[in-house]
């Protein structure tokens, strides 16, 4: 019954792969995000999107590309890893803008070899 | 986004005391958010606070919006080992569209 699910909980890949994280809500909510957590811990907008369409596409490469089947799924594909991109990903979901708050998975640890 | 100023960075408390950690912005908010993080965890949403002034509590939390709705503070009483954790402030501005703004976290650590 968990309400934001994210998978895989740990990615260890090598540089220059391509990989996906998974994000499901099962709370009806209309908003979904990618948040990136570095290693001071700082939480940073990645993606917004709001009843699948792109809201917020703050300054991430373009080998981040995001996508929405519908309301309930966002995932995040990254092309050709690099050692930077090694951080916590969150995803996270909302009703509207979100003024009653953000519900966030449990997070997705990349680690770029 | 918007900056928003957390203090202190660290704490490192014994238990029963009390904690005090606040934030602030150079932008105006409609809505402040505290949320606690435990490793390994997503943020988990503590209190939220819509008025300038508001002052809400949630058992031994409680927090204030600023009254310049640029600020806004977060106490812990009586502090327990499984307070240990990461908290942050978070501001929403509907100019801002859908983005919620943290600041930079505040790690307790708290000895029995």
């Known amino acids: 019954d968990t309400a934001v699910s994210q998978t895989p909980k740990y990615l260890v890949t090598q540089m220059g792969n391509d990989k996906s994280i998974k994000c499901e809500q099962n709370?009806?909510?209309?908003?979904m995000y990618w948040y990136k957590q570095d290693s001071k811990k700082f939480l940073k907008i990645m993606f917004s999107?709001?009843?699948?369409?792109?809201?917020i596409n703050e300054t991430v490469p373009n080998r981040f590309s995001p996508k929405s089947p519908d309301k309930a799924h966002l995932n995040l594909h990254i092309n050709s890893l690099e050692l930077g991109d090694s951080a916590v990903y969150f995803c996270?979901?909302?009703?509207?803008?979100?003024?009653?708050?953000?519900?966030f998975g449990s997070g997705t640890r990349l680690t770029v070899v | 986004g918007q900056q928003l100023n957390q203090s202190p960075q660290s704490m490192f408390i014994q238990e029963g005391e009390d904690v005090s950690m606040n934030c602030t912005s150079s932008?105006?908010?409609?809505?402040w958010l505290w949320y606690k993080q435990d490793p390994g965890e997503g943020p988990v949403l503590l209190i939220a606070?819509?008025?300038?002034?508001e002052l809400t509590s949630n058992g031994r939390l409680t927090a204030q919006f600023g009254i310049t709705r640029k600020d806004s503070f977060l106490n812990i009483s009586a502090s327990i080992p499984s307070d240990v954790g990461i908290y942050f402030c978070?501001?929403?501005?509907?100019?801002?569209?859908?983005?919620?703004?943290f600041g930079k976290g505040t790690s307790l650590l708290v000895t029995p």
């Open positions: 996270a979901s909302s009703q509207g803008q979100g003024f009653w708050g953000y519900t």
């Open positions: 709370l009806g909510h209309d908003t």
């Open positions: 999107y709001n009843n699948k369409e792109l809201i």
């Open positions: 932008s105006i908010f409609n809505t």
């Open positions: 606070l819509y008025k300038a002034g």
């Open positions: 978070a501001g929403l501005n509907p100019n801002s569209g859908y983005a919620l703004n």
